[in-house]
């Protein structure tokens, strides 16, 4: 059985063709041609964590596709009620798709193991690798291209900044990193994320402005992620020199475009000036969520483990 948990799970062709089918079905959809890839399939979403964009963009999406989605939330108590080999045979033995965001990442991990249907990882402390689709499919529109972007990634080395930099040692896209030395990548964890490409040059920085020179990308994140609530005031000052603000933005491209995957702390990680200008690209990038999850859901279910 194929999942998704990390972007070690596709091969670069692979993470091609999910991008070619989530443009494809996009402009599909964007004419009003919306084909049912997925007629009566069922998606169950466990989710232990909030949501907006993941949990609306999977179930809008699995509707357009002519089939059915199930928000189960918290509630199925995974972990608590039952074994998780009880758990993943039941519950995979009705539906066609699991997408779950856990609270730890060895919980989908788990999960997977006993599952007979493909699970996506909606979100760990570990990895966001959905985000980071819609992410480069945004940056294909945007630049009509993936090959020789450079992004610079403002902030906490965080989920999603793990899953971007998988993503770009596997399609050779050049990231760097400001990032205070405190919460940048260990050593072991760029050794992992490298191993792909070990000449991938990887760079962590602690100077933003020394990062977003020459980016046609900046990306940042929260400086507190869910569960790390606890750390809020301590995160909120080491971070206060890495906010994207207007003066960060200009030392960029001309072109740069802004990137954040929401939910943003307006007037922390990045300012309303930034938020707000013509170059973020913060909502097309939201809404490349459904569209990049279509071609993933459609790629899962037609192509990596059609019977
Ligand atoms: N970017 C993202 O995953 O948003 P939600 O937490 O709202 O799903
Ligand atoms: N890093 C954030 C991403 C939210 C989509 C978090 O894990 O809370």
């Known amino acids: 059985m194929r999942h998704f948990i990390t972007f070690d799970d596709v091969s670069v062709d692979e993470l091609k063709r999910i991008l070619e089918l989530a443009e494809t079905i996009k402009a599909e959809y964007k004419s009003g041609q919306s084909k049912p890839y997925l007629p009566g399939k069922v998606l169950a979403l466990i989710f232990e964590k909030q949501s907006l964009r993941t949990r609306v963009s999977f179930e809008a999406g699995m509707t357009h596709l002519g089939g ?44 997977a193991k006993y599952c007979t249907c493909p699970v996506i990882n909606a979100l760990t402390d570990f990895a966001h690798p959905c985000q980071i689709l819609a992410d480069l499919l945004t940056i294909k529109e945007r630049f009509h291209t993936l090959e020789g972007v450079k992004m610079a990634w403002v902030g906490d080395a965080n989920n999603v900044a793990a899953s971007l930099v998988r993503a770009a040692v596997k399609l050779g896209i050049q990231v760097v990193f400001a990032t205070p030395e405190k919460y940048q990548f260990d050593t072991q964890t760029v050794t992992q994320i490298t191993a792909f490409d070990p000449n991938y040059r990887f760079e962590q920085l602690t100077d933003p402005f020394e990062a977003v020179r020459g980016a046609d990308v900046i990306c940042t994140d929260v ?31 001309k072109n740069c475009i802004f990137l954040h995957c929401l939910p943003a702390k307006r007037g922390l990680e990045v300012t309303d000036e930034v938020m707000d200008s013509p170059q973020s690209a913060i909502v097309q990038e939201a809404e490349n969520r459904m569209h990049a999850q279509k071609g993933l859901l459609v790629w899962l279910l037609n192509e990596a483990n059609s019977k």
Do not use: C, P
């Open 223 to 253: 400086w507190v992620s869910m569960g790390q609530e606890t750390e809020e005031a301590v995160r909120k000052a080491d971070f206060a020199d890495y906010q994207v603000n207007g003066k960060l933005l200009a030392a960029a491209e």
């Open 68 to 111: 059915a989605s199930m928000f189960l939330g918290d509630d199925v108590g995974f972990g608590k009620r039952e074994s998780t080999v009880d758990f993943g045979h039941v519950l995979s033995s009705m539906v066609d798709v699991i997408a779950f965001r856990a609270k730890k990442h060895e919980s989908v991990v788990e999960l």
